[in-house]
């Protein structure tokens, strides 16, 4: 089985999907993302929580 070469990442495309990337979300966005994502997770980290807190109080009281 031979290797093929056309398969093979070059500058251009290499440059092509860097300004695509660009263009596709700013810094500005992405630092959004960070700030939803973290409020997304305590509000995961509570609930989770809550759920541990029912379970130990089910079984322990």
Known sequence: ?????????????????R???KAFASKED?????IELAVVKWMMGTVL???VAL?????FA
């Not at 031979?2 to 092509?16: M, V």
């Not at 992405?30 to 960070?34: G, V």
């Open 49 to 51: 929580a809550g759920v």
């Open 55 to 59: 379970v130990l109080k089910t079984f």
């Open 30 to 34: 992405l630092r959004k993302m960070e």
């Open 19 to 21: 300004s695509d990337l």
């Open 1 to 17: 089985m031979a290797f093929d070469y056309r398969d093979l990442a070059t500058k251009g495309d290499i440059a092509l999907l």
